[in-house]
């Protein structure tokens, strides 16, 4: 069954403005991560936030947790074209393994 | 040092012929992971092992399909008398220790293609 599940689905935006996309999870976990998969490629690892965190900061990422309401968002600042890419957000519960949501289709405009 | 890396990267078959997907993990890494993806999908988790140990194999399809990570060698993704609802792409992950995923080390992946 489908842990993380993210919202929305896709995302348009215009190159410069900021774009947010959550996560929902249904059981408990030690972290939840976010990744990146530009088309046809491999999965690059952005972020890492542990249980015990709410927020934590990568130059233009920033990811929240809210283990009471089971969900996290990411926000990219100041986006750019080169950001147009699939984003899933991955959480690691206790049996070992990372379960992946369905992921985000995100467009930046030029 | 080198990443997860995954061989071959494009795998061509035809209906009932084997296809062999290779990983090997990050240096130094004794715990593989494999997803499969289907187009226009996210990650699904098939099998996870150790050296010579299978751990976790709730993903992975009862028939057609194994996995082997041996002492010496990469890991084996096999899957036997493919079938056209095989073709994805396939992602093998390593991680130094076992019940914490700290941070998974993905390779470029497989993609399959069963014609």
């Known amino acids: 069954s489908q842990q993380g599940e993210e919202d929305p689905q896709a995302l348009s935006i215009q190159e410069g403005e900021n774009a947010t996309m959550n996560c929902s999870y249904k059981?408990?976990?030690?972290?939840l991560q976010w990744y990146r998969q530009n088309s046809g490629r491999g999965l690059v690892h952005l972020i890492l936030i542990r249980s015990n965190e709410r927020e934590k900061h990568s130059g233009r990422l920033r990811v929240t947790l809210d283990t009471s309401k089971k969900s996290s968002s990411l926000l990219i600042t100041a986006s750019r074209a080169a950001d147009t890419a699939s984003y899933f957000c991955a959480t690691d519960e206790a049996n070992s393994k990372l379960t992946f949501g369905k992921g985000i289709t995100l467009s930046v405009r030029p | 040092n080198a990443g997860v890396m995954q061989n071959p990267r494009h795998l061509v078959r035809r209906r009932g012929q084997e296809a062999r997907l290779r990983c090997s993990p990050v240096?130094?890494?004794?715990?593989v992971y494999w997803y499969r993806q289907l187009p226009e999908e996210g990650l699904k988790f098939m099998v996870y092992?150790?050296?010579?140990?299978?751990?976790?194999e709730s993903g992975m399809p009862k028939e057609r399909f194994s996995a082997e990570f041996p002492k010496e060698g990469p890991s084996i993704l096999r899957i036997q008398q493919v079938v056209r609802g095989d073709s994805a792409a396939y992602f093998c992950?390593?991680?130094?220790?076992?019940?914490?995923?700290?941070?998974?080390?993905f390779g470029q992946g497989t993609r399959l293609t069963v014609v």
């Open positions: 059981t408990s976990i030690n972290n």
């Open positions: 092992l150790q050296k010579e140990n299978i751990i976790d």
């Open positions: 992950a390593s991680s130094p220790m076992q019940g914490r995923f700290l941070e998974a080390f």
């Open positions: 240096k130094g890494h004794s715990h």
